[in-house]
């Protein structure tokens, strides 16, 4: 941990009264847990490490902190403020120059600029280069579960949507990202890896065609279970109500986590996801049986056209 970072945090637990902290990290960054943990102990706090997985922040270490005054959960924007809660941020920087990887697959349109919460902190000056370079760069505000202005998650889209631009630049890593976009914009998406330096044009109909085969294995299903996640921020038991609604055949299942091998267990034919919407889209391979999302659900059942095929968000 920088010591600008955590004298900041330290201050902020002070003016909370915190005496025990609990920590929560993502995947990634796991290995620094020691490292922010020795840290505040030697300021004088109690600390509880969150040992279990955690994909984002809609999966707060609820309790975890039932042993703490605060959690401090790091990497990941809010997707809902708790004042029990401190957000840290962890940024990773890259050199401006790299965008010049992308210059040559953009076209002269309106494109618009969205990245993912590590590097969000770079957007200004990302839009400053680009100009720089005749690029007509267009950022949209944050709101909802992406606060930040040009943030995107997995689960959400927004900003590249409020762009309005025909061709829409993803800065981040892998492609679920760039593909979400490609579909819930009808873009043209440039995806550039900062880190890596490649660049790419991203098209949406290879995860459609992929999704349709999917839909057409799940026809046969004699029992259909609609996963609901536990987590703080993806349960969605109002929405599995409803389209547990649209079969007969269908039965509502909580999850914490969800695993080939619990839904192995379970048995069910088919699955619908209103847990975290990768799980259906970047996992399907990993699981024994179709795992549709909300909308493909509503294809199957005939309450939806597939004209009207939608990447599945949490609002
Ligand atoms: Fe990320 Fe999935 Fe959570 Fe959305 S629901 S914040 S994509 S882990």
């Known amino acids: 941990m920088l010591s600008s970072d955590s004298s900041d945090l330290i ?3 002070e003016e909370r009264g915190a005496k025990r902290v609990a ?9 620094k847990a020691a490292e922010y943990a020795t840290t505040l102990m030697e300021a004088g706090f109690e ?6 997985p955690c994909y984002g922040a809609c999966d707060l270490a609820l309790d975890t902190l039932g042993d703490a005054d605060v959690l401090v959960h790091i990497g990941h924007a809010p997707v809902d403020d708790r004042p029990d809660v401190i957000f840290l941020p962890y940024t990773v920087g890259f050199d401006m120059s790299v965008l010049d990887n992308a ?9 618009g600029l969205v990245t993912t ?29 992406t606060p930040h202005r040009g943030q995107v998650l997995g689960c959400c889209f927004s900003t590249a949507r409020d762009t309005r631009a025909d061709q829409i ?8 990202h760039p593909v979400g976009i490609a579909l819930t914009t009808g873009a043209r998406v440039i995806a550039l890896d900062p880190l890596a330096g490649t660049t790419r044009e991203v098209r949406r109909d290879a995860l459609l065609r992929r999704r349709f085969a999917v839909i057409e294995k799940a026809r046969g299903a004699k029992s259909i279970g609609i996963i609901v996640s536990t987590k703080s921020g993806q349960r969605r038991m109002d929405l599995a109500r409803r389209l547990a609604s649209l079969s007969p055949s269908a039965v509502i299942v909580t999850m914490q ?4 091998d619990e839904l192995l267990n379970l048995g069910f034919g088919c699955y619908v996801n209103t847990a975290c919407p990768r799980l259906a889209y970047d996992d399907q391979q990993r699981f024994p049986a179709p795992v ?12 939806r056209n597939w004209d009207d095929y939608e990447i599945d968000e949490i609002p």
């Open 117 to 145: 919460v590590q590097h969000v902190h770079l957007i200004p000056e990302m839009e400053k280069y680009l100009r720089s370079k005749g690029v007509d760069v267009q950022v949209a505000g944050g709101r909802g579960r």
């Open 257 to 260: 986590e969800v695993s080939p």
């Open 103 to 111: 210059l040559p697959l953009l076209q002269r349109a309106r494109t």
């Open 23 to 31: 920590l929560q990290f993502p995947e990634g960054l796991k290995r």
């Open 169 to 176: 630049m993803f800065v981040g890593t892998g492609l679920f």
């Open 11 to 13: 201050r902020q637990l």
């Open 292 to 303: 549709l999302s909300p909308q493909e659900f509503e294809i199957l059942c005939g309450a």
């Open 47 to 52: 600390v509880i490490v969150s040992g279990d």
